[in-house]
């Protein structure tokens, strides 16, 4: 009896501890939504438990009119960039508005005879993430037609550190739109705080602006993601290493899509060192994959821990400057276009490695913005 005890304290101890999303937090909310009609942005990863919120909210009489989906749309299958259509639910028969491709922005005609908006998308902490970028849509929408939002907290898998340059406003792009470094350590929710605090929305309007907080959640909090948060960060090393290796994106540089270990290796038909090798095939979330059906050669990062990619707490510039010195044809390592640019949020960072800057010197660079940031950031935070 007195082991039966101890074991019930200890559960109970441990479910007093655990991480729970706003979304679970629902005596919160839904007072907030009654006898309103509601629009929800939301994808795949708006679950409680194993049930959609858009399921939970309609069973308790709530009002949802229409699905804003982000990028990958409201399932979450679709490609990177690939444009989504506008359509219904099978299931609710709601109607579904893309906020992607050309349409990122809800109008006034998508907001109208609607009094509140309701934001629940898992995030991964990382400015050229995109789901940040239509978060920022929706505030300016929502903002401009004096329509509420309320932000259902999520953890921030890369909560627990800040690194990387701060975006210059000449770069600003879906993949970037905020004064913020590559990794900004906030929630969703405290990201929405601090757009509408330093009035980043455009022509500095404010949003009516409510947040549900997570409970037990700290900043170095680990948080092991129940979904897939995007079809190619299938798990939570990819999670961890996706803000240094999406670099690449702007590269000759396969960072694995189309292989099963997206953002987990890295590589090219170029890449001089033959210790590895991987061929990306046509593959659900990635159609057509960089160097389709040719030998990559490279590097596997699937063996690493996530313990220790996360004690580094920063960007691990190694794979971007190993990529670099063994490409074979340096002149044409980056794309032609500026998508480097855009993803780093600077022409510094291009410059840097082609004129041989060692990592200490490039990480030297982004310290006084970075300082600048952090002072920023702390006024938002809800969470230690």
């Known amino acids: 009896?007195?082991?039966?005890?101890?074991?019930?304290?200890?559960?109970?101890?441990?479910?007093?501890?655990?991480?729970?999303?706003?979304?679970?937090?629902?005596?919160?909310?839904?007072?907030?939504?009654?006898?309103?009609?509601?629009?929800?942005?939301?994808?795949?990863?708006?679950?409680?438990?194993?049930?959609?919120?858009?399921?939970?909210?309609?069973?308790?009489?709530?009002?949802?009119?229409?699905?804003?989906?982000?990028?990958?749309?409201?399932?979450?299958?679709?490609?990177?960039?690939?444009?989504?259509?506008?359509?219904?639910?099978?299931?609710?028969?709601?109607?579904?508005?893309?906020?992607?491709?050309?349409?990122?922005?809800?109008?006034?005609?998508?907001?109208?005879?609607?009094?509140?908006?309701?934001?629940?998308?898992?995030?991964?902490?990382?400015?050229?993430?995109?789901?940040?970028?239509?978060?920022?849509?929706?505030?300016?929408?929502?903002?401009?037609?004096?329509?509420?939002?309320?932000?259902?907290?999520?953890?921030?898998?890369?909560?627990?550190?800040?690194?990387?340059?701060?975006?210059?406003?000449?770069?600003?792009?879906?993949?970037?739109?905020?004064?913020?470094?590559?990794?900004?350590?906030?929630?969703?929710?405290e990201y929405a705080k601090m757009l509408n605090g330093e009035k980043w929305l455009k022509n500095g309007k404010q949003v009516k602006l409510t947040v549900i907080p997570l409970l037990n959640y700290r900043h170095d909090s680990f948080y092991v993601l129940p979904v897939k948060p995007s079809p190619n960060l299938p798990n939570d090393r990819a999670v961890a290493l996706y803000p240094s290796l999406a670099f690449f994106e702007g590269t000759q540089i396969s960072a694995g899509r189309g292989t099963t270990k997206p953002f987990q290796l890295y590589g090219a038909p170029k890449y001089s060192k033959k210790n590895f090798s991987f061929v990306p095939r046509s593959r659900a979330g990635a159609k057509y994959p960089k160097f389709k059906g040719k030998k990559c050669y490279g590097v596997d990062l699937s063996r690493r821990s996530v313990q220790s990619i996360r004690k580094g707490k920063q960007l691990d510039l190694h794979y971007l400057l190993d990529a670099y010195t063994h490409y074979a044809d340096k002149k044409h390592f980056f794309l032609k276009s500026k998508f480097f640019e855009s993803l780093s949020g600077t022409s510094e960072l291009r410059r840097q490695i082609k004129a041989g800057y060692s990592e200490k010197a490039i990480r030297n660079s982004w310290q006084k913005d970075l300082s600048k940031f952090k002072k920023i950031r702390k006024k938002y935070l809800l969470y230690p």
Do not use: C
Request: proline share 6%; aromatic share 8%.
């Open 1 to 189: 009896m007195k082991y039966l005890f101890l074991i019930l304290v200890m559960s109970v101890s441990l479910l007093a501890g655990k991480i729970t999303p706003a979304a679970e937090r629902l005596e919160h909310y839904l007072p907030l939504l009654k006898n309103r009609n509601i629009a929800v942005v939301v994808n795949h990863s708006s679950l409680i438990g194993k049930r959609h919120l858009v399921d939970v909210l309609l069973k308790h009489g709530i009002k949802v009119k229409k699905i804003f989906a982000p990028e990958h749309g409201f399932r979450g299958t679709a490609d990177a960039g690939a444009h989504i259509k506008n359509s219904r639910d099978r299931k609710t028969g709601l109607p579904i508005v893309s906020l992607y491709g050309k349409h990122k922005k809800p109008t006034k005609a998508d907001l109208k005879n609607i009094d509140l908006i309701l934001f629940d998308i898992q995030d991964v902490g990382v400015r050229f993430y995109t789901y940040l970028s239509t978060l920022h849509y929706v505030m300016e929408a929502g903002a401009e037609q004096h329509i509420p939002l309320l932000v259902l907290d999520r953890p921030n898998p890369n909560g627990h550190y800040i690194d990387g340059p701060v975006l210059k406003n000449k770069y600003r792009s879906f993949v970037g739109l905020d004064p913020v470094p590559v990794v900004y350590g906030m929630t969703i929710g």
